[in-house]
């Protein structure tokens, strides 16, 4: 998986940046994280409401992330073997942190 395709689909977005996280190259919108390739999993992290979180990880297509022992509610941790639906997962935690900004 290379991140730097899913960042070069996103990054002419207006208000979508390249940043990092912890140590990563990740995309945010208006300085709100929405997604990164987590290698140690094999896996990209998208943020997405909580309920969708549980959602895709009863239906067994993500995974949580607690990877500091406190789980992440609004991350999910979609498998390497989903990369089919990585564009879509990010275009879906983009409308998730734009909805969040315009609320607040």
Same mark, same amino acid.
């Given at each position: ?13 207006d ?16 300085? @709100?994280?929405?997604?990164? /390739?987590?290698?140690?999993? !094999?896996?990209?992290i998208v943020k997405?409401? &909580?309920?969708?979180? %549980?959602?895709l ?20 941790l979609i498998?390497? @073997?989903?990369?089919?639906? /990585?564009?879509?997962?990010? !275009?879906?935690?983009?409308?998730f942190?734009? &909805?969040?900004?315009? %609320?607040?």
């Open positions: 998986m290379n991140f730097n395709y899913l960042n070069d689909q996103f990054i002419t977005l208000g979508v940046t390249e940043s990092t996280m912890m140590g990563t190259s990740c995309l945010r919108y208006r300085d @709100e994280f929405v997604a990164m /390739y987590f290698e140690k999993e !094999e896996s990209l997405l409401d &909580s309920g969708r979180v %549980t959602q990880t009863n239906d067994g297509l993500a995974n949580e992330f607690n990877f500091t022992r406190k789980r992440f509610k609004e991350w999910a498998p390497l @073997e989903h990369q089919g639906e /990585y564009l879509a997962y990010v !275009e879906e935690a983009i409308e942190a734009r &909805s969040k900004k315009s %609320t607040s």
